[in-house]
């Protein structure tokens, strides 16, 4: 979901947005993150080379999550309450990332403090909201834009729409959501996963 990496955020900030809009969006964000427990949804996923995969999404938390890719695409990531996993089973591979170390924990801890370490990006549309979160102490972590798109009737009073991520080596990757769904049953086993083995050489 990365190219390598960067699937695990980002438009720079051009400007400091005035501050009551600062903690007023701020704040409803961090509501819509607490209020949701679990989630599914579609997810189109674009890297920095334009190739776009398509998949399913799937979010328990605290820190269990699912990217389901179409059929025939030999990647899978998961988070499994520990660590971020991404498995490519076509050359039986596999990489592990604390969800702490990850842009993506942002999603799956509520108890985060958005406040600590994220600002509301500016933008021109006042029916979007958008915050760009990243860790200033480890810039190797890469950073976050989440997208929310202002629905009275979703947790929170908004709607995630998708993110853009960015790696610490400018790896971008866009995630685009629909058919968002919440506060759905999802069994714990939806986060396992079959270990990757390395392909049989002939001789």
């Not at 834009?145 to 400018?170: E, H, I, K, N, Y």
């Amino acid at each position: 979901m990365f190219g390598s990496r960067a699937f695990l955020a980002p438009i720079a900030l051009v400007a400091a947005a005035p501050a009551v809009a600062q903690t007023g969006d701020l704040a409803a964000v961090q509501a819509h993150l607490r209020s949701v427990e679990t989630m599914t949804a579609g997810f189109t996923q674009t890297d920095r080379n334009g190739k776009v995969l398509t998949g399913t999404l799937t979010l328990k938390k605290p820190g269990r999550i699912r990217f389901q890719y179409e059929k025939g695409v030999p990647i899978l990531i998961v988070g499994d309450g520990k660590a971020l996993w991404f498995l490519d089973y076509s050359v039986g591979q596999k990489q592990r990332w604390p969800i702490g170390n990850s842009p993506l924990g942002v999603l799956l801890d509520p108890t985060r403090d958005l406040s600590r370490f994220a600002k509301v990006v500016p933008g021109g549309d006042s029916r979007l909201v958008s915050i760009e979160a990243s860790d200033p102490k480890h810039p190797e972590y890469g950073r976050i834009t989440l997208v929310f798109a202002r629905q009275p009737t979703a947790p929170g009073g908004l709607m995630l729409q998708g993110w853009v991520a960015l790696d610490s080596q400018g790896n971008r990757t866009t995630i685009r959501l629909s058919d968002q769904r919440f506060g759905i049953p999802v069994a714990d086993n939806s986060f396992r996963f079959n270990e990757p083995r390395s392909p049989t050489r002939r001789n």
